[in-house]
């Protein structure tokens, strides 16, 4: 059964940077490896719907949805180490929420609907 496992997150001070991992396991059904799989970021802040991040496909192409990131965030995907990751920098306290790695298959959506599987997700605090 495939599985997302989300580390990084914490507590950091406004500027500060995190590193998000996203590490991914039990795709080994017959022709859906994680290769075929689009590998997502979202996040859900307090009281807020969840709002998709960042999305690289098996071939690194990346699309980035919400603009006030680009530039702060970078999304990366590791498929020999089946792990992607979230770059964080220059973290301000609006970027506080709940992170979680989605997957989905072939394409990238900013649809919470349209994703396959889903991780737990890991807490960002960004505060003084």
């Known amino acids: 059964q495939p599985q997302l496992v989300e580390s990084g997150g914490g507590l950091v001070q406004p500027g500060g940077s995190l590193r998000l991992s996203c590490a991914a396991s039990g795709f080994t059904a017959p022709g859906l490896h994680l290769g075929v799989y689009t590998m997502n970021w979202f996040r859900q802040a307090p009281g807020k719907e969840r709002e998709a991040v960042s999305c690289i496909t098996g071939g690194g192409i990346v699309t980035n949805y919400a603009d006030p990131l680009k530039g702060r965030f970078t999304i990366s995907r590791d498929n020999a180490e089946n792990t992607m990751y979230l770059q964080m920098n220059s973290l301000e306290p609006e970027d506080t929420a709940v992170y979680y790695c989605?997957?989905?298959?072939?394409?990238?959506?900013?649809?919470?609907?349209?994703?396959?599987?889903w991780g737990k997700g890991t807490q960002v605090t960004v505060s003084s």
């Open positions: 989605a997957a989905r298959f072939r394409r990238c959506s900013k649809s919470v609907a349209d994703m396959n599987y």
